[in-house]
């Protein structure tokens, strides 16, 4: 298992490397001159020139890329081209709010999502299995941004109950954690139910209820932790997702993270921004993949790597 | 559809209910503009944030416009975004996943560690750079719908070629002097067909989900074109006082959405009856 890790450590660089390569590649892709956006139409031929040379931006691309990378491994990321602001300081500002967020929205989704697909489970074809289905599939159907309106809506702005923006203190996480949960919510609970119906029919689980075995220990001992595989492959994804994906709870909650910080550079087409966060976040999702592959192992021992 | 799929279809009522939803947002789209009393960008400042009536069924928005007319356009504009970069990110990932699956060797290695590459960007996030490369816009909408569903699909198509070269029709057509583009046009993309319109409708749901959320972001289809996403956009400016310029179009999308899912969910019940009970 350690040596199984150290490798897929390793086996992680190239992966990060060649990321990191189309990401400064779809950068320099882009159609018009960043240097003109930054300096405006007004700007004359010469003084564009002079930018770019500062910049950096006139020398041959494995150059720049060469830069960027090396910079990007000490940890620089450039600064942006409006604030001039460093972006690694900003990011490192901004990223604690999205993963409270994420690692908020996973935790709320996997403890309902598990909860609903036990139930629906146990209760196979009984009238809660049909109302809790439904409302797994709503919960996958309705966008985040939608849903937090409305609970903004509902819990901050007509019951009082709830702060409805920013993230000063604990109460400010319910509505943006339980939001962006929400949709992983109905995705957990469908593949836990799928994977739950499949243990409860095994032989095992057959026999551990014929030697009179109560039935919740059956269920939350014998029957979950096998069922849990799956599970964890989803709850991963969601992780990696919710990363990005909760730019969109941060738009409507004003919270100052990395993906409201990614839309404000993509509206000011401010690249260093983007290129740098893109690489955060993707990063973020391949490491968090990777951290789920050997988690594996560890709910279940029948797993061996070799 | 053979008659026996099609009565595995409707026999499920689930499948009838989704398909009557999407079939009137269907509708309400092809029909557009007949149902629309009014033009959907129309600025009547006098009659602001009006509630429904019956001269505006769903209300008027910030400009007076009416909510109907511009839900009945959005459905358009929300759906062929979907439909046209769905539709085209699948070609291409079938494409790539036939490709990579029948001729194998570093031809599949290439593109499947650039699928892979492409699976390291979570889905939203893709969207994004697509748009931050092309700029806003419906038809840069539509490339980034597209560039978004090629790897799930490239991915699926690729597994299910890798089962079907070998089977023994396949290999009696290669026996028979068949080319390789006449077994795969013939032969494997028909037998794969199946599951990639699954898998097609299944991923239109989401479609309509990333293109109202990068509208809604301001960097899909912009105002004023009556696209859902940015509708709600706008509605959320108001959500304290006039909350059913929000509601208006988030139901909209979430209908559509949890419709597609359903159909889908029904279609592979239907054509592969096996896995229902999975």
């Not at chain 1, 029919?201 to 075995?213: A, C, F, K, V």
């Not at chain 2, 809604?216 to 108001?238: D, I, K, Y």
Request: aromatic residues 8%; positive net charge.
């Amino acid at each position: 298992m350690l040596a199984y890790s150290i490798r897929r450590i390793f086996q992680l660089i190239p992966v990060l490397f060649v990321i990191s390569l189309l990401v400064f590649l779809m950068m320099h892709i882009i159609p018009g001159d960043p240097v003109k956006n930054m300096l405006g139409l007004e700007a004359s031929k010469e003084a564009i020139e002079a930018e770019r040379e500062r910049l950096g931006l006139n020398d041959p691309l494995p150059t720049q890329y060469f830069r960027f990378i090396s910079g990007a491994m000490k940890g620089d990321l450039g600064r942006s081209i409006f604030t001039k602001k460093t972006i690694t300081q900003e990011i490192l500002q901004r990223y604690p709010y999205t993963v409270k967020l994420a690692v908020g929205g996973t935790l709320f989704a996997t403890v309902v999502g598990v909860l609903i697909g036990i139930t629906c489970a146990v209760r196979r074809g009984t009238v809660t299995d049909s109302s809790l289905v439904v409302v797994s599939l709503v919960a996958v159907s309705t966008p985040s941004f939608f849903l937090a309106l409305m609970m903004m809506l509902i819990f901050a702005l007509n019951l009082h109950w709830l702060p409805s923006i920013g993230l000063r203190t604990p109460m400010h996480y319910i509505l943006p954690i339980a939001t962006l949960g929400m949709q992983s919510v109905g995705l957990i609970a469908r593949t836990t139910r799928s994977a739950m119906l499949d243990v409860l029919n095994q032989d095992y689980i057959r026999t551990s209820r014929s030697r009179g075995i109560p039935e919740k220990v059956i269920i939350y001992c014998h029957a979950l932790k096998n069922a849990m595989i799956p599970v964890i492959t989803v709850v991963g994804l969601r992780f990696g997702g919710l990363l990005a994906g909760s730019t969109l709870v941060e738009t409507v909650f004003s919270i100052p993270g990395i993906g409201r910080y990614l839309v404000d550079g993509v509206l000011k087409r401010d690249f260093p921004v983007v290129q740098g966060t893109v690489l955060v976040l993707a990063f973020s999702f391949v490491v968090v993949n990777m951290i789920v592959d050997l988690l594996y192992a560890v709910v279940d021992p029948r797993i061996k790597y070799e | 559809m053979d008659s026996q799929v099609f009565k595995r279809f409707i026999k499920n009522k689930a499948t009838i209910g989704g398909s009557a939803i999407l079939f009137l947002f269907l509708a309400m789209a092809v029909l557009g503009p007949v149902l629309c009393a009014y033009d959907p960008n129309r600025i009547d400042l006098t009659s602001v944030y009006q509630p429904p009536s019956a001269e505006h069924i769903l209300g008027t928005d910030n400009l007076g416009r009416d909510t109907f007319s511009r839900l009945v356009i959005g459905a358009r504009i929300s759906l062929l975004v979907s439909f046209v970069g769905t539709i085209v990110g699948s070609f291409l990932g079938m494409i790539l996943g036939v490709t990579a699956g029948y001729f194998g060797g570093k031809i599949d290695s290439v593109i499947s560690r650039f699928v892979d590459l492409l699976l390291a960007f979570p889905g939203l996030l893709l969207a994004i750079v697509v748009v931050a490369i092309l700029g806003n816009g419906i038809p840069n909408t539509m490339a980034a719908i597209a560039f978004y569903s090629i790897p799930y699909i490239a991915r699926m198509v690729r597994g299910i070629v890798i089962t079907l070269k070998d089977s023994e029709y396949v290999q009696a057509c290669r026996v028979m002097g068949a080319s390789d583009s006449r077994i795969i046009i013939t032969h494997i993309i028909p037998n794969s067909m199946s599951q990639i319109i699954v898998n097609t409708t299944l991923n239109l749901g989401t479609a309509i989900l990333t293109a109202s959320s990068l509208s809604f972001l301001g960097l899909g289809v912009t105002p004023p074109n009556p696209e859902w996403g940015a509708m709600l956009s706008q509605g959320r400016e108001v959500i304290r006082y006039f909350p059913l310029a929000a509601i208006v179009p988030g139901v909209a999308i979430t209908l559509v959405v949890m419709s597609f899912s359903i159909v889908g969910d029904g279609l592979r019940d239907a054509l592969d009856p096996k896995l229902k009970n999975n």
